[in-house]
């Protein structure tokens, strides 16, 4: 696993500690929990002074109001997500493993789990890059990466099958599995079925990387049967 992988995921289960934050960086925080919370479109700039307990001037000192903070989330999230997404592009070996499966569903997760922490970005999108076009040009670049990714994914899982040796049939799975990767957060919204966070995820992991199942003959059924017992494994990993 390299350091690189190994340090997101020690960011995500919170084993990196970070000092007392500052106002500026207390203003993205709460910032991102109201606009996941109550949705972009209904919170102000003043709400989150008001949340924060800080005058709206002390926000307009480090942030140009609301648009300013939106824009330096975007630029945070664009930062990781586009560093997590390059790495199996980059990197020959990042999937290279005994078992590439659970290494593909590690990756999703930790990338997944980064998209959850933004999923107002995910569940207003369209209006949001109508409206801003950094996050419009930011999206499109970030749905590139997404196709990109899924094609190495869908590459390694599906090479006892030799799939590469059918271009078109290798990019209708990547696709499929980018598109999920899009969109997945609108669907769950959609349905409204209640979740943990963590069972929201891992779901979405399973729906992206059942993309390949049907290209795998008689061991779809050994796929899936591994799919479970990894889902089981890391849930009860992150259960309190």
């Given amino acids: 696993m390299g350091a690189r992988f190994r340090l997101i995921i020690a960011l995500r289960l919170g084993a990196v500690h970070w000092y007392p934050m ?135 899982l599906l090479a006892s099958v030799d799939i590469g040796a059918h271009p078109q049939r290798l990019d209708h799975v990547a696709d499929s599995m980018a598109i999920t990767l899009m969109y997945w957060l609108s669907f769950e919204q959609l349905t409204g079925s209640p979740q943990t966070s963590q069972q929201t995820i891992h779901r979405a992991v399973l729906q992206v990387l059942s993309h390949c199942a049907p290209y795998l003959g008689e061991q779809q059924t050994g796929f899936y049967r591994e799919c479970e017992l990894i889902d089981a494994r890391l849930l009860d990993t992150h259960a309190p």
């Fill in 22 to 156: 500052k106002t500026a960086e207390r203003i993205l925080v709460v910032a991102t929990e109201l606009f996941n919370e109550r949705g972009e479109r209904n919170v102000t700039a003043s709400d989150i002074a008001l949340e924060l307990d800080i005058s709206p001037g002390n926000l307009y000192y480090h942030y140009k109001g609301k648009d300013g903070i939106l824009s330096s989330l975007f630029s945070r999230c664009y930062r990781e997500l586009a560093g997590m997404l390059a790495a199996p592009i980059l990197e020959e070996a990042f999937l290279e493993d005994s078992n590439p499966l659970e290494r593909s569903w590690l990756f999703l997760t930790v990338l997944m789990e980064a998209m959850y922490q933004y999923r107002f970005l995910y569940l207003n999108q369209s209006d949001l890059m109508q409206r801003y076009p950094e996050i419009d040009r930011g999206m499109t670049r970030l749905l590139s990466l997404k196709r990109q990714t899924s094609k190495q994914l869908a590459t390694t």
